[in-house]
C-alpha cells in the first residue's frame, strides 16, 4: 500500500520560516500532481500550493510570494518552504498526490499531516 508522511512543522514565530516535507513510499509505479493542503482549527481544509508532474506550480493567493513547493521525483518527495509566516498560517498541513500504482489505476492519497503554529 502507499503511504504519504509529512515532517518538519513546529512552533515559529510571526515572520519565520519552515520548510515541510513529504515523502512517499509503497507500491509506487508514477506520481503525478502533488500538492500541500492546510486545516487552521475551526476551519474547513484549504487548497496552499500544487505542483505537476512536469513541475508547474500554483498557489493560493493567501501564500503567493511567501511559499514555495517543489518535488524530487527520484526521491519520491514533494516539499514546502515556508517564508514570512503569519499567524494565519497556523494549522495542520497534509500532503496529497494522485499516484498509479498499477499501469491502469490510479488513486489520491493523503499523509497524516504535520503541526504548523505560529506564535509569538
Known amino acids: 500500500q502507499v503511504q504519504l508522511v509529512e515532517s518538519g512543522g513546529g512552533l515559529v514565530q510571526p515572520g519565520g520560516s519552515l520548510r515541510l516535507s513529504c515523502a512517499a513510499s509503497g507500491s509506487i509505479v508514477s506520481i503525478g500532481g502533488m500538492n500541500w493542503y492546510r486545516q487552521a482549527p475551526g476551519k474547513e481544509r484549504e487548497l496552499v500550493a500544487s505542483i505537476t508532474s512536469r513541475g508547474g506550480t500554483n498557489y493560493a493567493d493567501s501564500v503567493k510570494g511567501r511559499f514555495t513547493i517543489s518535488r524530487d521525483n527520484a526521491k519520491n518527495m514533494v516539499h514546502l518552504q515556508m517564508n514570512s509566516l503569519k499567524s494565519e498560517d497556523t494549522g495542520v498541513y497534509y500532503c496529497?498526490?494522485?499516484?498509479?500504482?498499477?499501469?491502469?489505476?490510479?488513486?489520491?492519497?493523503w499523509g497524516q499531516g504535520t503541526l504548523v503554529t505560529v506564535s509569538s
Open positions: 496529497n498526490a494522485n499516484i498509479w500504482t498499477d499501469m491502469s489505476r490510479s488513486g489520491q492519497f
